[in-house]
């Protein structure tokens, strides 16, 4: 059994979105315990193939039995190790989360809603497992079609908003797929040991280099790394808010990890950080779009719009992290991805929890709710907490790795960068309490004079939320843990 | 210059592939009609496909089919040079699918599009959300 | 000097305490009476577990428990020293009077959300006390950030536009700074040294270049916003329109004296009394200190409104301390470790005075209190004692401090700052004596109170005459603070 977890991790998502369509038809309450079943066993595939990979090392699984180079493998290594159970467990939760709300918003539609759902965690299980560069790109567009088809079930701005996204996400996907095309032509192989096994002697050459700008280039498109940004924000806003609290946490965040297993497994530290002179510029983007996603965040008057701009910045950490090119900046960025997903995951649940109760996330909809939600807004204090980097919060020792890094590679600029968005979100999410702490405004000088009492959101809803505002405190402690023995791991030697 | 167009000749079908990415690279930008945006997206990947498809291609080589694959001959030596490399075109065919659904899922958008604001003009529709 | 260090769980259960006891206070928000049960119950047992580790720290052990080792090299890490046992004793202890206070406080004036008032204040005590017992940088950034974050719901207590204008301001500089300066000081450290960790002689020697050591010292300096050293004080004044208690307890102990704390810290514990002398920051430290000394007192002067007057009074008194540590002399040292224990007490017992007026009266502003003394004479009373402490005349322990001080700049030959402590001592009697006198000496038809107008209820009375009651036994008993203190000298200057 626990030989085969690395395609169960994958199959079983895969098979139970059959299931779950066909018994969407026959009876709809059906969909959600299987749903849960199939993500529960991923989840628990995902943990399980951890704590193997903190026992044996590097896994390799061939699929069907054909061996490598011929069949597709599936590498589980420390990096990836770490990055699906946070995967596997961000969907899950989110999914538990959402029942009600997606009962609420979607009744005559959740046989399809979840078969959607489970085909993208697939989509996404599989990046994160696959060791196959072509393989990759399918899964990559299986997570993506599946995506769009969640992110339109939405508003009425939606399905303009997914269709921007489509094109930038077919953009992004087809640039990969160029990228892969010139490696194959130069080495011949598409398996990710391999090419990085053949590629050394070819460093030089102007294919190997065009390749992986192309790659790099459609990886960033995928991940919004502003410039690159502009399809995000309405179309994680104008979604449901299921979809976009399993989107708006994991898509960036595989991509994030894409980038650094191309930038670790397949053209290795020494082609990234000395061959290519790009370390440099990379990391002034990087800058640039941690800045900018700040200052479009302070722009916005409507939580979930200014959320999706704190994505677009901390997508900027991690790449900016990954580019300094050292082992404090990679960790960082490593951790940021474990991190952020589940920060990220919190404060989009939040979100879900006052749409469901308030219908609306515009400013003007948030009086008042800490009287009214107390629960869910304390999740919201943790998850800021964490996204402005207050110890113990987890979001705090990414940032610290970050910095770290940053200051051992000369990278003041980054440092700055970093210690602005912290001061910026401070105020964004002051912003938001404020409103929902002051107003209404009490009449005359401190007297009570509040009307209503609770009015929480559903106990199947706030449970889970409390438990991911649980998790990042917790994570925060075992930060050490982590990164001692598996991120540590997960950074080749030859990176000091 | 000589070296020059002696490379584009020599390479013709790649500069095509190019060409055709950049049509369907400007549709997607510049058109107002979020269907011929869809159809731009098309070219786009329809060019990848086919640079997919030049790599496997070799001069005078044939279908990777062995004549004599069975039977008691089967165990004589394959000359790779005769075959053309059937690896990228078999993966073109998932590309395809990939294209294919991609291609439907826009579509589908773009019908709800339709039915929201009853145009498919990028323009009017952004005049329409801004007067709400 | 190698110190004896036991690990024990006990600092941890004094940080726990007040955080456990806030979900009981959640529970038992319909019924007052449990609720401030429980709120004593916790004061008393934070207090007790305090009291049992001081005879360990008097026999010169040190206390340490790790809570986490989350990066390496550094770890969420207990360390209780003199030092910190001073300040943990002394805001622990005030918690409990303060406690009883703010039951009388909040119910004569039936202000809304008692149940968020008390747990946050525990909240804000569990911090404290983490701030006090913290081992290392880390540690003392992530407690001194939950102290910024539990306060915010405490200034902001009335929920009016006011209270909005202050938040904002006590966010933007508290929190501003500690991330601003801080966070990038504390990385540049841990760049440099490898290490976090508090070391009776610094870890910085020998680091880093000379200008970086000192950029990073007045990062630190000003991070500390707490501390309300000029030019970023003016968060304090704004904090004033808390509930007085929060006043009381948080804006003249807890909280700036964390400020101050931290600053003494950083500058003993970091850079160390070697380093700064070696490179002469110390004499910057010791002028901007003086300059936030005097203009405090001058602007405080100026004030009508009672609480901005102690406010601008704790900015000075504040300065005293940092400025005792940066003589970097025994005696100094020792003046400005116990000026905080000193001033606590004098100052507390004048927030509490000014919150009983605003119960019985209404009034704020000292202009609108002439004749107070007639109705109220033993608040006025326990005034005139808190004013003598904070002013450093006898029969009040602010006097021990203070001389400790002067004794300080003789040592370290800084005559003008002789003068300033005169000066400054001086312009105290300035602008407390004339209220007190206003308060008790008028004739009887200028009086502005009716005869109706009595003293305030006595959950509010009791405290404020126990506080200064302490604030005179200090001066004749300064032994355990001055012991705390000495002996925390001796470990760091080895005299």
């Not at chain 1, 950080?273 to 900018?292: G, H, K, N, P, Q």
């Not at chain 2, 089919?65 to 075959?83: N, S």
Request: neutral net charge; hydrophobic residues 55%.
């Amino acid at each position: 059994m626990n030989e085969q977890y690395p395609a169960l991790l994958v199959v079983v998502p895969l098979l139970s979105a059959l299931v779950v369509s066909i018994a969407g038809w026959v009876n709809k309450r059906l969909c959600f315990p299987v749903a849960v079943a199939a993500l529960g066993m991923a989840a628990w595939s995902a943990v399980g193939l951890l704590l193997r990979v903190l026992d044996e090392g590097v896994i390799v699984y061939k699929l069907g039995g054909w061996s490598p180079p011929m069949g597709i493998a599936y590498y589980i290594d420390y990096l990836n190790g770490l990055v699906l159970p946070v995967v596997s467990i961000v969907a899950l939760l989110n999914l538990i989360a959402n029942k009600k709300g997606i009962e609420q918003q979607f009744p005559d539609k959740i046989g399809p809603f979840y078969t959607l759902y489970l085909l993208m965690v697939t989509g996404l299980l599989g990046i994160v497992v696959t060791g196959d560069a072509f393989n990759l790109y399918v899964l990559l567009e299986i997570a993506a079609l599946t995506g769009y088809g969640l992110l339109a079930m939405g508003e009425e701005r939606a399905p303009l908003a997914t269709l921007n996204y489509l094109y930038m996400g077919t953009i992004g996907a087809c640039f990969y797929l160029l990228g892969v095309g010139y490696l194959y032509i130069v080495t011949g192989s598409l398996n990710m040991v391999d090419i990085a096994r053949l590629l050394p002697p070819l460093y030089q050459s102007n294919t190997v280099l065009a390749a992986f700008i192309i790659c790099m280039v459609g990886v960033w498109l995928k991940m919004a790394f502003f410039p690159l940004h502009a399809w995000l924000p309405n179309a994680y806003t104008y979604a449901n808010s299921a979809a976009s609290s399993l989107i708006a946490p994991l898509v960036t965040k595989v991509m994030v990890y894409v980038m650094i297993r191309l930038m670790l497994t397949i053209f290795t530290t020494e082609f990234v950080f000395t061959t290519l002179a790009l370390s440099d510029a990379v990391v002034w983007l990087a800058v640039i779009a941690i800045v900018m996603g700040a200052v479009l965040a302070l722009a916005e008057r409507n939580l979930k719009k200014m959320l999706t701009y704190i994505v677009v910045a901390e997508v900027g950490y991690m790449v900016g992290g990954a580019w300094l090119g050292n082992r404090d900046g990679m960790t960082g960025a490593i951790l940021h991805i474990v991190n952020d997903a589940l920060m990220t995951l919190c404060v989009f649940m939040v979100v879900g929890n006052i749409v469901y109760k308030v219908k609306g996330y515009a400013f003007e909809d948030l009086k008042g709710l800490f009287r009214k939600m107390p629960f869910t807004m304390g999740a919201l204090v943790v998850g800021a907490m964490s996204i402005i980097g207050v110890p113990p919060t987890c979001g705090f020792f990414s940032k610290w790795y970050l910095i770290v890094g940053a200051i051992s590679s000369g990278h003041y600029c980054f440092m700055a960068a970093l210690i602005f968005s912290s001061l910026v979100s401070v105020v964004l999410f002051f912003r938001v309490f404020e409103i929902c702490f002051y107003e209404p405004f009490s009449n005359h000088h401190g007297h009570d004079n509040h009307p209503g009492g609770m009015d929480e959101a559903p106990v199947s809803m706030v449970v889970p939320l409390l438990v991911v505002a649980v998790i990042l405190i917790l994570v925060g402690l075992y930060t050490g843990d982590i990164v001692n023995h598996v991120i540590q791991f997960a950074i080749p030697e030859a990176m000091v | 210059m000589t070296d020059l167009i002696s490379t584009v000749i020599a390479k013709y079908n790649y500069w095509i592939y190019i060409t055709l990415m950049m049509i369907g690279l400007y549709a997607m930008i510049a058109k107002n009609n979020l269907v011929k945006k869809i159809v731009g997206m098309n070219i786009f990947q329809t060019a990848i496909i086919l640079f997919y498809v030049s790599i496997g291609v070799k001069k005078g080589a044939t279908i990777p089919i062995l004549e004599h694959g069975h039977g008691p001959d089967a165990h004589h030596v394959v000359h790779a040079v005769d075959y053309i490399n059937p690896l990228p075109h078999v993966l073109m065919l998932t590309a395809i699918v990939v294209g294919v659904a991609t291609l439907g899922v826009a579509l589908a958008l773009a019908i709800r599009i339709y039915n929201n604001y009853n145009t498919l003009e990028e323009d009017e529709i952004l005049a329409q959300i801004r007067e709400k | 000097m190698n110190m004896e260090t036991i690990i024990s769980i006990k600092p941890l259960l004094a940080i726990l305490v007040s955080l456990l006891v806030v979900p009981i206070l959640v529970l038992s928000g319909k019924r007052p009476n449990v609720r401030e049960a429980c709120t004593f119950l916790a004061a008393g047992v934070k207090f007790l577990i305090i009291l049992s580790m001081v005879p360990v720290i008097l026999n010169g052990t040190q206390i340490v428990y790790t809570i986490a080792e989350v990066i390496p090299g550094v770890a969420i890490k207990l360390r209780v020293d003199a030092f910190g046992m001073l300040f943990a004793l002394v805001s622990s202890s005030l918690w409990i009077v303060t406690s009883a206070y703010s039951i009388g406080y909040m119910r004569g004036l039936k202000e809304h959300s008692q149940t968020r008032y008390f747990c946050f204040f525990a909240l804000a005590l569990s911090a404290t006390i983490g701030v006090a017992f913290s081992a290392n940088l880390l540690t003392l950034y992530l407690f001194y950030e939950m102290l910024s974050f539990a306060t915010y719901p405490l200034v902001t207590h009335h929920q009016d536009h006011e209270a909005r204008s202050s938040g904002r301001k006590y966010l933007l500089y508290i929190v501003g700074t500690s991330i601003g300066f801080v966070l990038p000081a504390m990385l540049i450290s841990y760049s440099l040294a490898g290490t976090l960790d508090f070391s009776s002689q610094g870890f910085l020697a020998g680091t880093g270049s000379k200008p970086l050591i000192g950029l990073l010292c007045f990062m630190f300096l000003f991070g500390f916003a707490k501390a309300a050293i000029m030019p970023f004080h003016s968060w304090l004044p704004a904090a004033m329109v808390a509930p007085t208690p929060v006043s009381a307890l948080l804006h003249a102990v807890a909280v700036v004296k964390v400020g101050v704390f931290c600053v003494a810290r950083v500058l003993t514990g970091v850079f160390g009394t070697d380093l700064l002398f070696s490179l002469n920051l110390n004499v910057p430290i010791i002028y901007i200190a003086s300059f936030t000394i005097m203009a405090g007192s001058l602007i405080a002067l100026s004030q009508d409104n009672l609480k901005r007057l102690l406010a601008f009074s704790t900015i000075a008194q504040l300065s005293y301390i940092v400025l005792g540590i940066a003589l970097l002399s025994p005696k100094g040292m020792t003046g400005g470790m116990l000026h905080i224990a000193m001033h606590a007490f004098g100052k507390i017992t004048l927030f509490f005075c000014a919150g009983a007026i605003f119960v019985a009266t209404g009034k704020k502003n000292i202009s609108e209190m002439i004749g107070i003394g007639r109705r109220m004479p033993v608040t006025i009373a326990a005034f005139f004692i808190g004013s003598l402490s904070i002013i450093g005349m006898p029969p009040c322990g602010g006097f021990i401090s203070k001389w400790y001080l002067v004794l300080g700049t003789l040592e370290a030959h800084q005559m003008p700052i002789l003068f300033v402590l005169l000066t400054s001592s001086l312009l105290n009697a300035a602008y407390f004596m004339p209220f007190v006198y206003k308060a008790f000496f008028c004739r009887p038809e200028d009086s502005m109170f009716e005869n109706k107008v009595q003293e305030a209820p006595a959950f509010c009375v009791v405290p404020l005459v126990i506080t200064a009651t302490i604030s005179v036994i200090l001066l004749f008993y300064p032994q355990p603070f001055l012991r705390l203190a000495r002996m925390m000298v001796q470990s760091i200057t080895g005299v």
